[in-house]
């Protein structure tokens, strides 16, 4: 305990005299392929144990993170796209506008996407590398990383707040900062957002309503991976239902808990997707790729395209195929 107090009062000196000590602000850029599209990450050293990770992802999972063990804060706010948090008994979903706080042992660990397209921002704290009071980066901040997710995760793993204006104020202009001003913005922030979490009460987590049991789970993800297999298949929800021997009602609650759309509306998304694997993997022109997937009109086939993936059909090939093409 000794150590680590004079540990904390050696960091505080050292960031308040020196504070181009910090590290320099070029990120390290992880990228990840496979079948169903691609992804990037761009993550940022902000404090000594704090990392800032931007989320830039079209495909359906990836694995990231330093295999090491240890005590690990997660926060991580969804702007586009849906991401799935593991949980001790099922999985809890997080939607445009959502944060959620994770704790867990390993920082090494499986990241899902039911959409196969989400944006956003994560922040790591390594609580047992990290100062353990951040008032020694801003005097007034009285805010203890390790305290703070024990306080709001208690006995669970995962603690979420639905979309709120705070919220949103605090991350809205973080997905837009200029290359010369991230290194004390990205500082800045962090510390707002902590501090703010410090005052939010633990009965406002909002997991439990977001969450599905394994079994919900996995039949929407089942019922998701035979529409994938038959795509040119007119299937209603009476038929997909019967397949599975369950209710209408039962399936499309698990389906809308997991993929936040109805059964019919995720067809379209699986053809967009589709689409999409089209323009990485082909040179086929995008008129073509329209066609293919029952649009005759380019404009149409754009809008239906953006909607879902989040860009233009051109701008989407221009980054994530060309250098699978080449």
């Given amino acids: 305990m000794e150590h680590r107090e004079k540990d904390e009062k050696n960091i505080c000196r050292a960031l308040r005299g020196k504070p181009d000590r910090f590290p320099q602000y070029e990120p390290k850029i992880y990228r990840f392929r496979n079948g169903r599209g691609d992804a990037k990450v761009d993550s940022y050293k902000v404090f000594p144990g704090i990392e800032l990770n931007i989320y830039s992802v079209h495909m359906d999972s990836f694995f990231f993170g330093a295999e090491e063990e240890g005590n690990f804060m997660e926060i991580h706010h969804c702007s586009e796209g849906r991401m799935e948090q593991g949980q001790k008994d099922g999985s809890a979903y997080i939607m445009p506008g959502d944060l959620s706080v ?74 837009s900062v200029p290359e010369d001003g991230k290194k004390g913005y990205f500082k800045i922030k962090i510390l707002e957002l902590l501090f703010v979490l410090g005052s939010v009460s633990p009965e406002k987590n909002s997991a439990s309503a977001l969450s599905l049991s394994n079994m919900q789970a996995d039949l929407a993800k089942k019922a998701a991976a035979w529409l994938s297999e038959n795509l040119e298949r007119q299937v209603s929800v009476s038929e997909l239902s019967g397949r599975f021997h369950v209710s209408k009602t039962h399936l499309q609650n698990a389906f809308k808990g997991v993929y936040g759309v109805p059964v019919s509306s995720y067809i379209r998304v699986l053809k967009m997707q589709s689409a999409a694997l089209r323009l990485i993997h082909t040179d086929t022109s995008i008129l073509d790729v329209a066609a293919e997937f029952g649009y005759s009109n380019a404009g149409k086939f754009a809008s239906a395209f953006h ?20």
Wanted: net charge neutral.
């Fill in 102 to 175: 994770t704790v867990k042992r390993q920082r090494f660990g499986e990241y899902s996407f039911p959409l196969c397209h989400y944006h956003g921002i994560s922040i790591c704290i390594d609580t047992d590398t990290a100062p353990e009071c951040l008032s020694c980066f801003l005097e007034d901040v009285n805010v203890r990383p390790k305290e703070l997710a024990m306080r709001l995760c208690g006995n669970e793993n995962c603690f979420i707040i639905r979309s709120q204006a705070y919220i949103e104020h605090i991350f809205s202009e973080l997905y």
């Fill in 307 to 326: 909607k879902i993936m989040g860009e233009t059909p051109g701008k989407y090939r221009k980054m994530h195929g060309s250098s699978e093409r080449q």
